[in-house]
């Protein structure tokens, strides 16, 4: 990002500090810190999608393996594609979760479910099977450079905001520049989508997280809760 961005940064900081606060007032995501299939499955059918029905595909998720006596929360490659192979695959993944939702717009789009047998299947291709590899392979690259390129070889991921997304959920400093961030950048900026592209977008948020003295990930599902006409705040900080 160029320094001539530098005063749309000053001015999304003041307008987050205004509009926000205190950090520690902000309702935070938590993630799934020793799952690895449900940061798959949760970033794979967050965009184009109501936040509620992803949390739905989740809970069908945990539903179907504690059926089978398995356990989401610790879930890895394997445990998804036994999943995956147990119901026949993506379309009866999608029927499992209830959920037919496709990875695109276009005609003859894959379903996401395809796309998370997809990710699974290539993830475990180099070697990240578990949270605790993707841990390791922080350790050695804070940029997750392999899993990154891994991950924007999947099928209409190529943006990159899935990725921040999964990045995000697995417990690492994210952005994820959907919709809502860029309706919340165009809103006090002025500058669009195409203007910025995701990674323009993304640095533009870490920038403000950084003047703003927070992790870009709190900041971003801030924006995203707001723009959304979610509550922002734990209801015990209510002022």
């Given at each position: 990002m160029?320094?001539?961005?530098?005063?749309?940064?000053?001015?999304?900081?003041?307008?987050?500090?205004?509009?926000?606060?205190d950090?520690?007032?902000?309702?935070?995501?938590?993630?799934?810190?020793?799952?690895?299939?449900?940061?798959?499955?949760?970033?794979?059918?967050?965009?184009?999608?109501?936040?509620?029905s992803?949390?739905?595909?989740?809970?069908?998720?945990?539903?179907?393996?504690?059926?089978?006596?398995?356990?989401?929360?610790?879930?890895?490659?394997?445990?998804?594609?036994?999943?995956f192979?147990?119901?026949?695959?993506?379309?009866?993944?999608?029927?499992?979760?209830?959920?037919?939702?496709?990875?695109?717009?276009?005609?003859?789009?894959?379903?996401?479910a395809?796309?998370?047998?997809?990710?699974?299947?290539?993830?475990?291709?180099?070697?990240?099977?578990?949270?605790?590899?993707?841990?390791?392979?922080?350790?050695?690259?804070?940029?997750?450079?392999?899993?990154?390129?891994?991950?924007?070889?999947?099928?209409?991921?190529?943006s990159?905001?899935?990725?921040?997304y999964?990045?995000?959920?697995?417990?690492?400093?994210?952005?994820?520049?959907?919709?809502?961030i860029?309706?919340?950048?165009?809103?006090?900026?002025?500058?669009?989508?195409?203007?910025?592209?995701?990674?323009?977008?993304?640095?533009?948020?870490?920038?403000?997280?950084d003047?703003?003295?927070?992790?870009?990930?709190?900041?971003?599902?801030?924006?995203?809760?707001?723009?959304?006409?979610?509550?922002?705040?734990?209801?015990?900080?209510?002022?």
């Amino acid at each position: 990002m160029t320094l001539e961005l530098q005063p749309e940064v000053d001015r999304l900081t003041e307008v987050s500090q205004t509009l926000f606060g205190d950090e520690s007032r902000w309702i935070t995501a938590n993630g799934y810190p020793n799952s690895l299939a449900l940061c798959i499955i949760d970033s794979i059918w967050s965009t184009g999608s109501a936040y509620q029905s992803v949390q739905n595909v989740v809970s069908n998720y945990r539903a179907y393996r504690a059926a089978e006596g398995g356990d989401a929360s610790t879930d890895g490659t394997k445990e998804l594609l036994k999943t995956f192979a147990d119901v026949r695959g993506g379309r009866g993944f999608a029927d499992r979760m209830k959920n037919h939702k496709r990875a695109h717009t276009r005609k003859g789009a894959l379903l996401k479910a395809e796309v998370v047998l997809e990710a699974a299947d290539a993830l475990k291709g180099i070697g990240i099977c578990t949270m605790a590899d993707v841990r390791a392979e922080y350790a050695q690259d804070k940029d997750l450079t392999r899993i990154e390129k891994t991950w924007l070889g999947l099928t209409s991921q190529r943006s990159g905001v899935t990725f921040n997304y999964f990045v995000g959920l697995a417990g690492y400093q994210s952005v994820k520049p959907d919709r809502m961030i860029y309706r919340f950048i165009e809103k006090h900026t002025g500058l669009t989508k195409r203007q910025l592209g995701t990674r323009k977008a993304t640095e533009l948020i870490r920038r403000v997280a950084d003047a703003y003295s927070t992790e870009a990930r709190k900041l971003d599902h801030t924006i995203w809760r707001f723009e959304s006409g979610r509550e922002i705040f734990f209801p015990d900080a209510a002022e």
